[in-house]
């Protein structure tokens, strides 16, 4: 049986580089390929493939695909969380990290074909995940640098040196994913842990 593949990836070079690694395999064949989440549904129901190999940042949005085939959903560990409406009962539904090598998007492929579980436990955790990831000093830095009050006087609140409170700010960003702390309060808020 050949198993007839989308490939659904932004970037041409990692496209490209995938679908000549499938074309060496004799029981794989891409039956197309797009680089944009707006034409995953069409080519979906022009190609009618068996499995569909799918960036997460082109479907985030949301695309009825996942119930017309299974989707093996290469996903960036720190964009999980859009992974969680696709886990949803009914979806056949493989998930990979993107720096997995190519060998287990083959296999994925495959057990996919098989209607078998291709699942990255860390990635699925982390989609699940909705505990802050935060400790309570960080939460209680963050806190006060919510109210507007600077370095100093946070670190003078909570008896800290203002270099441990700055380490703290930097903790803070890279757990946010944030670049500002403007924007590590607003994805804290977001998220309800300040």
Same mark, same amino acid.
Request: charged share 30%; proline share 4%.
């Given at each position: 049986?050949?198993?007839?593949?989308?490939?659904?990836?932004?970037?041409?070079?990692?496209?490209?580089?995938?679908?000549?690694?499938?074309?060496?395999?004799?029981?794989?064949?891409?039956?197309?390929?797009?680089?944009?989440?707006?034409?995953?549904?069409?080519?979906?129901?022009?190609?009618?493939?068996?499995? *569909? !190999? &799918? %960036?997460? #940042? /082109?479907?985030?949005?949301?695309? +009825? @695909?996942?119930?017309?085939?299974?989707?093996?959903?290469?996903?960036?560990?720190?964009?999980?969380?859009?992974?969680?409406?696709?886990?949803?009962?009914?979806?056949?539904?493989?998930?990979?990290?993107?720096?997995?090598?190519?060998?287990?998007?083959?296999?994925?492929?495959?057990?996919?074909?098989?209607?078998? *579980? !291709? &699942? %990255?436990? #860390? /990635?699925?955790?982390?989609?699940? +995940? @909705?505990?802050?990831?935060?400790?309570?000093?960080?939460?209680?830095?963050?806190?006060?640098?919510?109210?507007?009050?600077?370095?100093?006087?946070?670190?003078?609140?909570?008896?800290?040196?203002?270099?441990?409170?700055?380490?703290?700010?930097?903790?803070?960003?890279?757990?946010?994913?944030?670049?500002?702390?403007?924007?590590?309060?607003?994805?804290?808020?977001?998220?309800?842990?300040?």
């Amino acid at each position: 049986m050949v198993i007839r593949t989308l490939l659904a990836l932004d970037g041409a070079l990692v496209r490209g580089a995938l679908s000549l690694v499938l074309a060496a395999e004799e029981d794989i064949h891409v039956v197309a390929e797009v680089g944009r989440g707006d034409a995953v549904d069409q080519a979906v129901d022009a190609r009618r493939p068996d499995v *569909a !190999v &799918v %960036d997460l #940042d /082109l479907i985030a949005g949301g695309t +009825a @695909t996942a119930g017309r085939c299974p989707l093996l959903v290469l996903a960036d560990r720190r964009h999980a969380r859009g992974l969680r409406g696709l886990l949803t009962p009914g979806r056949t539904v493989g998930i990979l990290g993107t720096e997995v090598p190519p060998q287990r998007v083959v296999d994925g492929i495959r057990r996919l074909a098989r209607r078998e *579980a !291709v &699942v %990255d436990a #860390d /990635l699925v955790m982390a989609a699940l +995940a @909705t505990d802050n990831p935060l400790t309570d000093r960080e939460t209680e830095v963050l806190r006060l640098t919510a109210e507007g009050a600077p370095v100093d006087e946070v670190a003078g609140s909570l008896r800290l040196s203002s270099g441990t409170v700055r380490n703290h700010l930097r903790r803070i960003a890279r757990k946010t994913g944030a670049r500002t702390r403007v924007e590590a309060v607003r994805v804290a808020r977001d998220s309800g842990w300040i």
